[in-house]
C-alpha cells in the first residue's frame, strides 16, 4: 500500500466557497500531481510539481493553485467553486512508480 | 498524436470466467506501458509495468503481454473474482521529457457477475 493520503474524501460544498484539498505522501518522492477525473473518462493532469517551491500547470486547464512548501505536502485550492469543479481529485506522486492517493470526490452545489 | 486507446468500453463476465482487455497506443518515443486498477471511487493502484524489452509479465491471476512493435497491449484476467470488478486503465510513458509523462487511457469497466 502507497503512503500517499488526501483529505478530504468527500466534499459537497456550496458555490462561491474556498476549498483546499491536501495531499500528503511519505515516500520522499519529488513528484507529485494532481488529476482530474470525471466519471467513464480518463485522468486529466492540471497541476504537477518536480520538488519543493516547483510548480506547473498540467495538461487541463484548471482554475485551481497548488502550491509546494515542504516535500510531502502539496495541496490544491480553489479560491471560489464553481458546479463545474464538481469532479474527483487525485494526488499522485512517483519515483520510478507512480503512486495515486485514494482521491476527494468534490461537488459543488 | 499521442494517444492511449482502450477496449471494450465495458465489460461483463461471470465469475470463474476469463477475460482480455486490449489497450493500443500511439505514444512516441515509447518508455514503458503500465496497468492499473481502480476500484469505484478510490484512486489507481499499479498491476504490472513493462518496458521496450519486455512483452509478458505477471501479477497474480493478471498476465499483461506487450508487442512493441504493433503497440498493443492485453491484459488477461485468469478465473475473475467478484473483487476484479473495477475500472481497469492502460498508461503509457514517453520518453521525450525528464517528466516522462504519462497517459492515460479511458478504461475497460470491468463487472464481474456470480
Known amino acids: 500500500e502507497a503512503d500517499i493520503y488526501q483529505t478530504p474524501r468527500y466534499l459537497v460544498i456550496g458555490t462561491g466557497k474556498k476549498i483546499t484539498l491536501e495531499c500528503s505522501q511519505t515516500m520522499g518522492h519529488d513528484k507529485m500531481y494532481w488529476y482530474q477525473q470525471d466519471p467513464g473518462m480518463e485522468l486529466h493532469l492540471i497541476h504537477y510539481?518536480?520538488?519543493?517551491?516547483?510548480?506547473e500547470k498540467g495538461d487541463l486547464s484548471s482554475e485551481s493553485t497548488v502550491s509546494r512548501i515542504r516535500t510531502e505536502h502539496f495541496p490544491l485550492t480553489l479560491e471560489s467553486a464553481r458546479p463545474s469543479h464538481t469532479s474527483q481529485y487525485l494526488c499522485?506522486?512517483?519515483?520510478?512508480?507512480?503512486?495515486f492517493g485514494p482521491g476527494t470526490r468534490l461537488t459543488v452545489l | 498524436k499521442n494517444q492511449v486507446e482502450q477496449s471494450p468500453q465495458s465489460l461483463i463476465i461471470l465469475e470463474g470466467k476469463n477475460c482480455t482487455l486490449q489497450?493500443?497506443?500511439?505514444?512516441?518515443?515509447?518508455?514503458?506501458l503500465r496497468w492499473y486498477k481502480q476500484d469505484t471511487g478510490r484512486g489507481p493502484v499499479s498491476l504490472t509495468i513493462?518496458?521496450?524489452?519486455?512483452n509478458t509479465k505477471s501479477n497474480g491471476r493478471y498476465t499483461a503481454t506487450l508487442d512493441a512493435d504493433t503497440k498493443q497491449s492485453s491484459l488477461h484476467i485468469t478465473a475473475s473474482q467478484l473483487s476484479d470488478s473495477a475500472s481497469y486503465i492502460c498508461?503509457?510513458?514517453?520518453?521525450?521529457?525528464?517528466?516522462?509523462?504519462?497517459?492515460f487511457g479511458r478504461g475497460t469497466q470491468l463487472t464481474v457477475w456470480p
Open positions: 499522485a506522486s512517483r519515483e520510478n512508480e507512480q503512486f
Open positions: 489497450c493500443n497506443y500511439t505514444v512516441s518515443p515509447f518508455s514503458n
Open positions: 498508461v503509457v510513458s514517453d520518453r521525450g521529457s525528464t517528466l516522462g509523462r504519462l497517459y
Open positions: 513493462m518496458t521496450f524489452s519486455e
Open positions: 510539481s518536480y520538488g519543493v517551491n516547483s510548480t
